[in-house]
T-cell receptor, first 116, second 111 residues
């Protein structure tokens, strides 16, 4: 299957700081990338859909000014958590859609964020 | 009514048995159906995709789709302890732009 990478795999930061997470499709071009958040023992929650060259579409209840998404190229999307607080601590996972007739989504390995 | 429903489990099966995981969905226009496996602390991994009614086999995995009844299932033959994970059913949304995930079924394979 297609490979999606994320960086960093884990990050610890102080409350009030901003954290940037990168998501890259390594062997295919992804016109659409998705950002999810998952709290322990809970379901995946879609945060936003990111289309290359256009503004991200955020799910209801997700603050677009707090979670900044940039999809500057067909292989890179970034999520910046601004002014992070302890309640933002979670597992952030991106996925990329390969396109074509099969429309499969491939997930990155995830980034575990801990805000102190 | 949830858009994609799965039994949360846990589903416990002995090693070597067939594990049967089921999923129902509410959107009749959905065209793409996926099964993901998620180990604890890891991200989901795509294991099967199915688009047409009937069965699709890949190694020990068989996906079954019945659009008339709006259900999709995953069979795991010769279950192994390494198959113990949460299995997520996903269906493309009406707009086709995003996937809708079920809450997942926890599978435990006992040796």
């Amino acid at each position: 299957g297609a490979v999606v990478s994320q960086h960093p795999s884990w990050v610890i930061c102080k409350s009030g700081t901003s954290v940037k997470i990168e998501c890259r499709s390594l062997d295919f071009q992804a016109t659409t990338m998705f950002w999810y958040r998952q709290f322990p023992k809970q379901s995946l929650m879609l945060m936003a859909t990111s289309n290359e060259g256009s503004k991200a579409t955020y799910e209801q209840g997700v603050e677009k000014d707090k979670f900044l998404i940039n999809h500057a190229s067909l292989t890179l999307s970034t999520l910046t958590v601004t002014s992070a607080h302890p309640e933002d601590s979670s597992f952030y996972i991106c996925s990329a859609r390969a396109g074509g007739p099969f429309d499969e989504q491939f997930f990155g390995p995830g980034t575990r964020l801990t805000v102190l | 009514q949830k858009e994609v429903e799965q039994n949360s489990g846990p589903l416990s099966v002995p090693e070597g048995a067939i594990a049967s995981l089921n999923c129902t969905y509410s959107d009749r226009v959905s065209q793409s159906f996926f099964w993901y496996r998620q180990y604890s602390g890891k991200s989901p991994e795509l294991i099967m995709s199915i688009y047409s009614n009937g069965d699709k086999e890949d190694g020990r995995f068989t996906a079954q789709l019945n659009k008339a009844s709006q259900y999709v299932s995953l069979l795991i033959r010769d279950s192994q302890p390494s198959d113990s994970a949460t299995y997520l059913c996903a269906v493309n949304s009406e707009s086709g732009n995003k996937l809708v995930f079920g809450a997942g079924t926890i599978l435990r394979v006992k040796s």
